[in-house]
């Protein structure tokens, strides 16, 4: 029973993060696609990036909704969150200017806050990838 809740606990927040941060990014469309276009690691690949991540997010969060999918949606986050933290180490090491492009009030966060953000969330989607994988073997045995 606690395992169930947990696992939908942490559902329900990455489908939070993910539809809100993407609905942040539509909203402020331009300004997310100049920004992310100042990052000297993805410069290239800004307008592509611009409509692929929100896009990701949403695709995430819907897997996350559908008990079918939320094993799927889950390991969706994790490489998500994965992504975005690796992508913070090197920027902020290797960046002397350090554009940020988030969303809503995640942007107001520093970049050790967010750091600590997302390495939270990242264990969280290990946390909800191990209690699925165990749901499933409880079902099964």
Known sequence: ?????????ISLLFILLFVYTAVSKFLDYENFRVVIG???????????LAIAVPVAEIIIALLLVIPRYRRAGLYASFAMMLLFTTYIIVLVTLSERVPCSCGGVI????????LYFNICFVLLALLG?????KDKQLVHT
């Open 38 to 48: 100042q990052s000297p690691l993805i410069t290239r690949f800004a307008p592509i």
């Open 1 to 9: 029973m606690l395992r169930k809740l947990t696992l939908e606990t």
């Open 107 to 114: 942007s107001r966060m520093t970049w050790k806050e967010h």
């Open 129 to 133: 990838m191990w209690l699925h994988t």
